[in-house]
């Protein structure tokens, strides 16, 4: 699987727009671009998946780029409760690959 | 529809006991996967099950844990003479298998070795 690149932190001021990036520079033709956040010690919840169109769901936005070597999480606005670890991961389209976690960016809402 | 459930949320055990973990995954969902996050860590990838079939096990300690998803009901995670180093919490996920279906992880159990 492709390895990714993210930021160790980052803050972000309560109401503005929250950008995480991560690069993939390794990534192949039938790879995803997976977001996942983990909020303190609860369970990994999903957040958004995009192969290489950008997408959108109720949660965020992903961006990713025209060559897919990196992409961006957006939090259009953020609150104290999105205060967590973020993970950018690839994983082939075949459902049945095991998700592996880097370190992932602890972001940070600042009242 | 249910999420995955995972029990127990808390396991209490002695040094040199047993634990079982069971992980009951979403419905339709015939692919488990185990995750170790020891404290102030990551998640650590552990096993793979599809029913009854053990796909990738390359995580698991080569002693004392084992697992194991049977044709009916949930997955088990089980490990055998428990040491304090065993400490961590255990999340399952499970996902249908196929397509871009993302994969929905449980609250975990959070053991603790004493």
């Known amino acids: 699987d492709a390895k990714t690149t993210q930021p160790t932190s980052m803050d972000c001021a309560e109401g503005r727009a929250a950008n995480l990036p991560c690069n993939h520079s390794t990534i192949s033709g039938n790879e995803y671009v997976y977001w996942y956040r983990q909020i303190h010690s609860q369970g990994p919840q999903y957040i958004i998946h995009g192969l290489k169109n950008n997408e959108t769901n109720e949660m965020a936005s992903l961006i990713i780029t025209e060559d897919r070597k990196s992409s961006t999480l957006i939090l259009p606005h953020a609150t104290l409760r999105d205060t967590a670890v973020y993970y950018c991961?690839?994983?082939?389209?075949?459902?049945?690959?095991?998700?592996?976690f880097g370190t992932g960016t602890r972001l940070t809402i600042i009242p | 529809n249910a999420g995955v459930m995972q029990n127990p949320r808390h396991l209490v055990r002695r040094r040199g006991q047993e634990a079982r973990l069971r992980c009951s995954p979403m419905k339709g969902h015939s692919h488990v996967y185990w995750y170790r996050q020891l404290p102030e860590e990551g998640l650590k990838f552990m096993v793979y099950l599809q029913k009854e079939n053990i796909i990738d096990e390359s995580g698991m300690p080569k002693e004392r844990f084992s697992a194991e998803f049977p044709k009916e009901g949930p997955s088990i995670l089980r490990i055998q003479q428990v040491v304090r180093g065993d400490s961590a919490a255990y999340f399952c996920?499970?996902?249908?298998?196929?397509?871009?279906?993302?994969?929905?992880f449980g609250s975990g159990t959070r053991l603790t070795v004493v």
């Open positions: 996920a499970s996902s249908p298998g196929t397509g871009e279906a993302g994969y929905t």
């Open positions: 991961i690839v994983v082939p389209n075949f459902g049945n690959e095991k998700l592996t």
